[in-house]
């Protein structure tokens, strides 16, 4: 008796061993919709180029329609046996419609079909993530609209650097996003090509039509080496290096978030929505999903380096290596939807406490570069020169104990003479924000502008799709 997969070559089932490590029913059965929406083209196609015929399509089409009715419903049978999601529809095809089931891989092979319904899968689901990137700029730039003013420490170093707006901070991580939706559009636009029709590798001797499934199925065109065809992981691998540039510009808002809602900080709140206790300490109040978000970043980098691993070494043109694409795609891009959906919700969830933010703001000295400039634009000093000034003004308040604001004016002209009490109007946390007027600066006014620049860009964008 022959093997029921692979026919007269083979007379006995394989190793359970075998089965074991060669099965991917239990993780590529979500392909089953792009399956279905693939094989449906090509079975349109072979029939009007009269491969088969207009009767035997019509019953392939019926047969794929309620195959994914039973899916959906959750009453179709996955064979471990049978081994993917490609061979258990076209086994349940031939119960359901007898030979013609038969006839739907006439001019095609599992690579080119699995390269489709890959790229099928990857391309709906960059879809579905770009629209959550709209969203989450939508939420950042809502914020940081509200919050175009609101004074809070500026860090290099973790150290207070200069005083910024809150809202100036969020719109940097909308430029961010807005890096990561462009590097999603470039992999879509490049993914856009239909594999289907490659075959096996060397494309069929049938007069098929590429151009008619590409079509039917959404894409730009077909490829044009069947070779590169079947071989080709460049979409996953594309993807899952923006997905994980992503996942580290998410992890950074992640980590901020946990510094800002600890207690030394105190920067903002989140709501009982978005934290959780203690099973010891009542008092506790945890950012366990910007923790989440921040571990999650792991899972996604190393899903691309799986994949870039597989692919290193292969020589052209499929090898069974490439099954071991989907787990890590299909497990980094759930990561990067969870953690989207997520880390949107905080945003729109957190307060920021504006108290604590405007005294942390000016505390280390944090206008000492506006006496800086004060001492260049007043007094013509060099910059250095208008630097060393500054640096004994901030060592005589330190020895003080007071903030810049608060050090006297003669305690100032004992090092710089010329120093008069304009130098005051600089010195405020308020005063150094608004003065920081130059483009992409954190003057309010500024922020405001790119602030509703984004919001005016992502509802052009809603309003077109």
């Not at 100032?412 to 150094?432: D, G, H, K, W």
Request: proline share 4%.
């Amino acid at each position: 008796m022959s093997n029921r997969m692979w026919g007269g070559r083979f007379a006995s089932p394989p190793a359970e061993i075998m089965a074991e490590i060669n099965a991917s029913i239990g993780f590529d059965q979500r392909l089953f919709a792009q399956d279905i929406r693939g094989s449906m083209a090509h079975a349109a196609m072979l029939a009007a180029r009269g491969i088969i015929s207009a009767e035997d399509a019509a019953a392939i089409r019926f047969g794929l329609a309620a195959i994914e009715a039973e899916i959906d419903a959750g009453t179709f049978q996955f064979s471990r046996e049978l081994e993917d999601i490609h061979l258990n529809i076209e086994a349940r095809l031939t119960e359901r419609i007898g030979p013609a089931g038969g006839r739907l891989h006439t001019a095609r092979s599992r690579n080119d079909q699995v390269a489709t319904d890959f790229r099928l899968w990857v391309r709906d689901t960059l879809d579905t993530l770009d629209d959550q990137f709209k969203d989450f700029q939508q939420a950042l730039a809502e914020k940081a609209l509200a919050h175009a003013a609101t004074v809070m420490p500026g860090f290099t170093h973790l150290q207070t650097a200069q005083p910024v707006t809150f809202g100036h901070h969020l719109l940097a991580y909308v430029e961010m996003a807005g890096r990561d939706r462009g590097r999603l559009q470039d992999a879509r636009r490049r993914l856009n090509e239909c594999p289907l029709g490659a075959a096996a590798l060397a494309g069929t001797s049938f007069p098929i039509d590429r151009d008619m499934t590409a079509a039917e199925l959404g894409f730009d065109r077909p490829t044009a080496n069947s070779l590169d065809a079947v071989s080709d992981r460049d979409f996953l691998m594309e993807s899952l290096a923006m997905a994980a540039i992503a996942a580290v510009h998410l992890s950074r808002l992640a980590e901020e978030i946990v510094i800002w809602t600890s207690a030394p900080f105190g920067f903002v709140k989140l709501s009982d929505a978005f934290t959780t206790g203690s099973s010891i300490m009542p008092q506790k109040r945890n950012p366990d999903a910007a923790e989440l978000v921040r571990a999650k970043t792991g899972r996604i980098n190393g899903a691309l380096i799986g994949i870039l691993t597989v692919m290193k070494g292969l020589p052209l043109a499929y090898a069974k290596d490439m099954q071991e694409d989907k787990e890590g795609g299909f497990d980094a891009l759930a990561a990067l939807s969870l953690v989207l959906a997520a880390m949107t919700g905080m945003i729109r969830d957190l307060e920021p406490d504006t108290a604590a933010m405007k005294a942390a703001a000016g505390g280390a000295y944090s206008t000492a570069t506006d006496l800086a400039d004060w001492l260049v634009r007043r007094l013509n000093l060099p910059f250095r020169d208008a630097h060393h000034v500054t640096g004994r003004i901030v060592a005589a308040a330190a020895a003080a104990g007071k903030p810049l604001d608060a050090l006297a004016l003669d305690q100032m002209q004992a090092i710089e003479p010329r120093i008069t009490a304009e130098v005051f109007e600089v010195l405020s946390v308020e005063n150094s924000v608004k003065s920081r007027t130059s483009y992409g600066g954190t003057a309010p006014a500024n922020v405001e502008a790119q602030a509703r620049r984004w919001l005016d860009r992502l509802a052009a964008e809603t309003s077109a799709a």
